[in-house]
């Protein structure tokens, strides 16, 4: 059973980055798609953006100038870093994988970690 | 971006009871596979979302089988054939079919 596990800090400060790290137990991060999801307080899931274990990214056009997806194989995690972060950054963030079939559905999903941004 | 959106937004549903949820593309979702890549997920309180239904229609492993996802090109619908109280929380809809990946608003169920 693959299970994924968000770090990071619970409070930023504006202007600053957000880093983040999802750690993947039970399975290999050398495979895959891997994606990053945010979900502000009382609104709908937002995608981020994926990772492949090939170093591929797509990210979302709404987001693309301020975010970076890396992974590290040898670590089994993958991390999302967003710059210049604001209030509006405020939500709880998700890491999830892809099933390898079909649409590539989201399979397994971490707890989320919630990121205040915040003075 | 491929808008979503999804009805009612919330459902007060008896156990036991059928409910259906509807989910509207701004875009065909139809794939040239003769997919519709369309995905359901349920989010319940205070937990992450997992994967109900993949592909307009396949369950995915373990969602037992009163869950049930129709529909094809612009119009989705999530079933459950008979509610318990096990299924409360927010169901999304989301698409699949293009870059970036977007959802639907949520339709809440709760139970009477």
């Known amino acids: 059973q693959v299970q994924l596990q968000e770090s990071g800090p619970g409070l930023v400060k504006p202007s600053e980055t957000l880093s983040l790290t999802c750690t993947v137990s039970?399975?290999?991060?050398?495979?895959?798609?891997w994606s990053w999801f945010r979900q502000p307080p009382g609104e709908r899931l937002e995608w981020i953006g994926y990772?492949?274990?090939?170093?591929?990214?797509n990210y979302n056009p709404s987001l693309r100038s301020r975010i970076t997806m890396s992974l590290d194989t040898s670590k089994n995690h993958f991390s999302l870093k967003m710059s210049s972060v604001t209030a509006a950054d405020t939500a709880v963030y998700y890491c999830?994988?892809?099933?390898?079939?079909?649409?590539?559905?989201?399979?397994?999903w971490g707890q989320g970690t919630l990121v205040t941004v915040s003075s | 971006d491929i808008v979503m959106t999804q009805s009612p937004l919330s459902l007060t549903v008896t156990p036991g009871e059928p409910a259906s949820i509807s989910c509207r593309s701004s875009q065909s979702l139809l794939h040239s596979s003769g997919s519709n890549y369309l995905d359901w997920y349920l989010q319940k309180p205070g937990q992450s979302p997992q994967l109900l239904i993949y592909?307009?229609?396949t369950r995915a492993s373990g969602v037992p089988d009163r869950f049930s996802g129709s529909g094809s090109g612009t119009d989705f619908t999530l079933k459950i054939n008979r509610v318990e109280a096990e299924d409360v929380g927010v169901y999304y809809c989301m698409q699949a079919r293009e870059a970036p990946r977007t959802f639907g608003q949520g339709t809440k169920v709760e139970i009477k």
């Open positions: 592909l307009g229609s």
């Open positions: 999830a994988r892809h099933y390898a079939y079909g649409d590539y559905p989201l399979d397994f």
């Open positions: 990772i492949h274990y090939s170093g591929t990214t």
């Open positions: 039970g399975g290999s991060i050398s495979k895959d798609y």
